[in-house]
């Protein structure tokens, strides 16, 4: 698994977001998820939607996952 493998899942799932993934040993990541969608959600929300587009990989091909989920606005 690659940052870019990543990268291009969740920005399939969330399709309006803005989507960083960093890792080098191919199995632990961390990523910085900006997204509208985000608003009004608690932080465990957000990292259930961003989880749910990497549906069986999580655990398995990405053994950890490291989130930021922002709003467009708290990125500012």
């Known amino acids: ?6 990268r291009q899942l969740i920005e399939q799932g969330l ?5 960083q993934v960093f890792g080098d040993d191919g199995v632990h990541f961390e ?3 900006v997204c509208a969608d ?3 959600k608690l932080p465990l929300a957000r990292h259930r939607m ?3 587009t990497l549906g069986s990989l999580m655990g ?3 053994h950890a ?3 930021r989920t ?7």
């Open 31 to 33: 990523a910085q998820v």
């Open 15 to 19: 399709p309006d977001a803005q989507v």
């Open 65 to 67: 996952l490291s989130l």
């Open 38 to 40: 985000f608003r009004g």
């Open 70 to 76: 922002l709003t467009p606005e708290e990125a500012g």
């Open 60 to 62: 398995n091909e990405i």
């Open 1 to 6: 698994m690659t940052p870019d493998a990543i």
């Open 50 to 52: 961003v989880y749910a």
